[in-house]
């Protein structure tokens, strides 16, 4: 399967965003999806994951609260909403994706990772 994120932008503090993750080339109602986030100079991390069914969902602590994972299977996409964002929220954000029922947190799990969208919130 491969994947391209979409839908990063420039906002303000406690403005909104969401994120689309576009799959292509399987079947993609196989494949659980996590979506991550990098800034320069430090490791990827998690951020929420969803479960191939779209059933179950996984938060970093960080987000929960904030970030709401969904799917559309029938569309290939799943999403990431953002509300309330935080100037530390700003990072590169990526999804991934593992041929499994449901998400997991280490980067090492995906097998497939989407290029990146940049996120910048501005205080």
């Known amino acids: 399967v491969q994947l391209q994120a979409s839908g990063g932008g420039l906002v303000q503090a406690g403005g909104s965003l969401r994120l689309s993750c576009a799959a292509s080339?399987?079947?993609?109602?196989?494949?659980?999806v996590g979506w991550f986030r990098q800034v320069p100079g430090k490791e990827r991390e998690f951020v929420a994951a969803?479960?191939?069914?779209?059933?179950?969902?996984t938060y970093a602590g960080s987000v929960k609260g904030r970030f709401t994972a969904s799917r559309d299977n029938a569309e290939n996409t799943v999403y990431l909403q953002m509300n309330r964002l935080k100037p530390e929220d700003t990072a590169v954000y990526y999804c991934?994706?593992?041929?499994?029922?449901?998400?997991?947190?280490?980067?090492?799990?995906?097998?497939?990772w989407g290029q990146g969208t940049q996120v910048t919130v501005s205080s």
């Open positions: 991934g994706a593992r041929p499994t029922v449901t998400g997991a947190t280490p980067t090492t799990e995906y097998h497939t």
């Open positions: 080339g399987r079947t993609f109602s196989d494949y659980a």
């Open positions: 969803i479960s191939r069914a779209g059933t179950r969902t």
